[in-house]
């Protein structure tokens, strides 16, 4: 079968033959329509991840959709090594797989699981928001970022204020439900002023961070007191990102002087956790709630995708 093969940390993968998979116990052969490239399948392998790949060849890619020979459409992930999601076909473990409304498409249904259902995850089971919450986006620029501004509001957050870069892709945030916008592309002063504004009197209770490095040193600063005071505000900051920087400096005096809690977000949640979550994105996907913007590539062309710095949309491999 045609698939996108990895022969080295650091590479590209090749769309190349590659054996067949053959189900075990408790697995299904899925036939790929479609598998999304994420950022996660590029640090996973270019080594970057934690959880990069050792042994070689394998199949590039962590979920899809795809058809099981029953022929019932499913969304799938967690593909067994050295099978990936970027192939014709795969293998999984049949709890890995999960039927898709008829009303989300291929693309989509490949395109938004991992994005939608992590942003959904962040806000609802890690920073477990409570409706009326007001929440702070650094990235909402990013594919992640702007459906965690969505999200954030069809789970009844207060005040969502979205930063990122991009001002065109700014611009365009309120229309997923974003009260204020602030450019992270300015200078640490002029950041910090912006986040002390923009959180007012009654603060940010949760921070979803796609970004870390710099801008969420010039929050963490903005939010430290000069003075003892009363706490009147928590704020769980949660870290999901690292797109400004790997590594932050974190001084004790922002723990010291907030009522900050820093959770986050590696490993999967228990089941019935993730399934939920998932049947509400695709649910939300299905009434045209919750969209993300895709562009399909053919498998044969992997290698230069591959390599493509694409911005606020996902290529959508097709074998
Ligand atoms: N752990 C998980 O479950 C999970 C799931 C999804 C995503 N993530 C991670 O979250 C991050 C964002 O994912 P994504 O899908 O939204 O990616 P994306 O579509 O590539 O968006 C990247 C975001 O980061 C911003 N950004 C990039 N470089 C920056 C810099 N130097 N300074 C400030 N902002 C910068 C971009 O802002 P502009 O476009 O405005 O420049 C944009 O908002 C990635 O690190 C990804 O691996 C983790």
Redesign the pocket.
């Known amino acids: 079968m045609d698939a996108a093969v990895l022969h080295a940390l650091g590479k590209p993968p090749r769309c190349e033959q590659f054996p067949d998979p053959i189900a075990g116990d408790d697995e299904v052969i899925v036939h790929v329509h479609a598998a999304s490239l994420?950022?996660?399948d590029k640090?996973l392998a270019g080594g970057s991840h934690y959880a990069s790949p050792h042994d070689f060849p394998l199949v590039c890619g962590s979920d899809g959709v795809g058809h099981l020979s029953d022929g019932q459409r499913v969304f799938f992930g967690g593909a067994r090594a050295p099978y990936g999601a970027m192939a014709q076909r795969t293998v999984v473990r049949r709890a890995f797989s999960f039927p898709v409304p008829q009303e989300v498409d291929d693309e989509t249904a490949a395109a938004l699981p991992?994005?939608g259902?992590?942003?959904w995850?962040?806000l609802a089971f890690r920073a477990k928001l409570v409706p009326g919450e007001n929440v702070l986006i650094?990235?909402?620029?990013?594919?992640?970022?702007?459906?965690a501004v969505k999200v954030a509001k069809l789970l009844g957050a207060g005040r969502v204020v979205a930063?990122?870069?991009?001002?065109q892709?700014?611009s365009t945030l309120h229309l997923l439900g974003a009260d204020a916008i602030i450019c992270?592309?300015a200078s640490a002063k002029e950041l910090g002023e912006a986040f002390v504004r923009e959180a007012g009197q009654a603060g940010f209770q949760v921070v979803i961070d796609?970004?870390?490095?710099?801008?969420a040193e010039a929050f963490l600063a903005a939010i430290t007191r000069k003075e003892f005071g009363v706490i009147t505000s928590e704020t769980r900051f949660v870290q999901?990102?690292?797109?400004?920087?790997p590594s932050i400096s974190l001084p004790a005096a922002v723990l010291r002087s907030t009522a900050l809690t820093i959770l986050g977000?590696?490993g999967i949640p228990p089941r019935n956790v993730l399934v939920d979550a998932l049947q509400k994105v695709m649910a939300h996907a299905a009434s045209g709630e919750l969209r993300i913007e895709t562009e399909r590539v053919p498998l044969a062309d992997i290698e230069n995708a591959w390599q493509r710095d694409?911005?606020?949309?996902?290529l959508v491999i097709i074998p």
């Open positions: 994420k950022p996660i640090q991992n994005p259902v992590s942003a995850l962040t650094l990235g909402a620029t990013g594919v992640t970022g702007k459906l930063a990122g870069r991009n001002q892709a700014l992270l592309d796609y970004v870390w490095g710099s801008p999901v990102g690292e797109s400004a920087g977000t590696a694409v911005q606020r949309r996902r």
